[in-house]
Each structure stands twice: as structure tokens, then as C-alpha cells.
């Protein structure tokens, strides 16, 4: 599990999070959430994730709040 923060959520369920061992943004969908709702996450939330690749490039799987 990596750590980070919620960066930008945008109103089409999907946003990014800064992660804090790279300075590359990682995208995530509404879909992956656990245990919170789109709606719930803010910008500034501290959240765990795994990384997967999707066709598009790398994105966070299985993302908590923290």
C-alpha cells in the first residue's frame, strides 16, 4: 500500500492523487473507492492505495481514506 493525498477530484466520479514518493499525479476512479463515497472523499484527504496499469497508463486501485 502507498500513501498520499486527494489532489483533485473533478464532478465526472473520477480525480487525482499526489502521491508522496513521486511527483507524478495518480489517476483514480469513483469505482475504486472503499469504504467511502465520491461524494464523502475531499480535496486534502490523506488516502492508501495500490497502484495498477489500466490501457491509459498507471492508476490507484483500492483507495481508503485514512
Known sequence: MQE????????KGFGF???????????FHSNELQNVSFDELQEG????????????????LNVNKI
Open 4 to 11: 498520499g493525498i486527494v489532489a483533485k477530484k473533478t464532478d
Open 17 to 27: 492523487i499526489k502521491r508522496n514518493d513521486s511527483d507524478k499525479d495518480l489517476f
Open 45 to 60: 484527504d490523506k488516502v492508501s492505495f495500490e497502484v495498477g496499469e489500466s490501457p491509459k497508463g498507471p492508476n490507484a
